[in-house]
């Protein structure tokens, strides 16, 4: 007896990807649209092939689902330095964020690769365990910061961190406690959501070990090889203890035997447990691009338009899966944050539900001006505009206020106007500095005094 198709359905709108992305245009379009079903498909590997032609989705289980208008939002995928290494995890959603947890509470050492936001918070956090990690750039967080800023936060890495965690005011989703099915190899590894801001709350990040940081930073190099422990052997080569100090030690060799060894660039070998690979990540446009003409961006991402359409009619993207290739703000940049992605969520099903209806769209405000506040090393920072003077040139200036271990203040002036900031600690400056830069008043006449702590600019400027 055949066995039983699973069921086809047919609805105006179908979303694909259970991110931040999805779940916010999926409950937009529920607003929109109160009586219609709205159709949110999750866990990529159901997703087999969009075919744009009769306008359905063919998901893994073998259904179809047609659609008048679809929204494509699933996601990025890490980027692994080394596919298939068991000893090399990518920390990207929930399911390898507690992977990385359980692995954690054996180690005595482990290596982190990588120089973004995860890598940030990780180090940050980690307890008990020896870390090296290793950046391919000068300064830490050059996505986020300048070496100034960098320098201020590292101060903090080394100190010990006895102080309470930041409160945090914000929207947690979560998903339901569900039993593992048993998973295939291939579909474990990168398929669920990405993290959001708070992803470590609430994960006790612990080693075996008693002290709280230790940590060493190697910057201006990347992974040449790994090996695991039987290969090291064979190849006689040295691994180097974990630095105890930054005086001239004498180099000696590590006793320990390591599962896992990374030779870096700099010629330098360390042994460790295991190694935290967080490189970046890339659009998941994989599974949506058999038999379909998307137009892409450099990055690999679908390209979208002003309205988050793409090159193919009735298709929409959000999220990290798109490149934004519309003519940007002066003062706005994408970047693949959490922020963002719900952003263009919220946007993307206000423009579905527009053209449905047949009415016009305005650009979203939050287009105007770039702005993301998060969390590093429990400081809350804040970075607005071009904050790390993108696109400028050489024709800009920065000005700088810095009380260590308490705050960092940089303001970045293009012709005595205000184009991007930096905020680290409890400035009480976002608001000011917002508006500042999205009316472009000219500022020249204030010039140092703009970030004289004893001025208070609320009074100025409001």
């Known amino acids: 007896m055949e066995a039983a198709r699973p069921p086809s359905t047919a609805g105006k709108f179908v979303v694909v990807g259970g991110g931040i992305a999805g779940v916010t245009c999926a409950e937009q379009l529920a607003i929109h649209f109160p009586s219609e079903d709205i159709l949110l498909v999750t866990a990529s590997p159901v997703i087999k092939a969009v075919t744009n032609f009769k306008q359905c989705i063919l998901t893994g289980d073998g259904s179809q ?19 298939g290494n068991p000893y090399v995890l990518g920390i990207r959603d929930t399911d390898s964020a507690q992977e990385f947890q359980k692995q954690l509470t054996k180690a005595k050492r482990i290596m982190i690769i990588g120089n973004g936001g ?39 890495l080394i100190a010990e961190k006895p102080e309470a965690k930041i409160a945090h005011k914000r929207t947690r989703y979560t ?66 203890p974990f630095p105890r100090d930054h005086h001239n030690q004498p180099v000696t060799t590590d006793k320990e035997v390591w599962p896992v060894y990374v030779e870096l660039t700099s010629e330098k070998i360390y042994g460790c447990d295991f190694i935290v690979s967080a490189t970046g990540v890339t659009p998941n446009t994989e599974p949506f691009l058999c038999g379909n003409n998307f137009d892409l961006g450099e990055d690999g991402g679908l390209k979208v338009d002003d309205h988050m359409h793409t090159s193919l009619s009735d298709i929409y993207a959000a999220g990290d899966i798109c490149t934004a290739s519309w003519q940007p703000s002066p003062v706005w940049q994408q970047m693949r944050l959490w922020t963002q ?63 260590k271990g308490q705050e960092y203040v940089k303001v970045v002036m293009q012709n005595g106007r205000m184009m991007g900031a930096v905020l680290i600690g409890e400035t009480d400056l976002e608001e000011t500095f917002e508006n500042l830069i999205l009316n472009q008043m ?14 208070d600019l609320e009074d100025y400027f409001d």
């Open 65 to 83: 689902h047609v659609y008048k208008k679809l929204c494509l939002c699933a996601g990025a995928k890490p980027k692994l330095i080394c596919e």
């Open 118 to 156: 995860i890598a940030l918070e990780l180090v940050y956090e980690i307890e008990g365990c020896e870390v090296i990690w290793a950046i391919k750039d000068k300064a830490i967080g050059n996505t986020f910061f300048d070496a100034g800023a960098a320098e201020f936060l590292t101060s903090k």
């Open 175 to 240: 998903t339901e406690e569900r039993k593992k099915e048993a998973q295939t190899k291939g579909s474990a590894g990168n398929m669920g959501s990405a993290l959001g801001p708070d992803w470590h709350e609430g994960l006790n990040l612990k080693g075996t070990k008693e002290f709280s940081h230790k940590i060493h930073i190697e910057t201006m190099c990347e992974v040449k090889k790994i090996y695991l422990q039987e290969e090291f052997r064979i190849s006689r080569k040295k691994s180097l």
């Open 341 to 403: 992605a719900r952003q263009m969520g919220w946007y993307a099903a206000k423009c579905m539900a527009a053209a449905t209806l047949g009415q016009s769209t305005d650009m979203d405000f939050s287009f105007e001006l770039f702005a993301h506040v998060t969390k590093f090393f429990n400081y809350k920072v804040v970075l607005l505009g071009k904050y790390n003077a993108q696109g400028l040139g050489s024709d800009h200036e920065l000005m700088l206020r810095c009380t």
């Open 442 to 455: 000219d500022l020249s006449s204030y010039g140092e005094d703009l970030l004289d702590p004893n001025i």
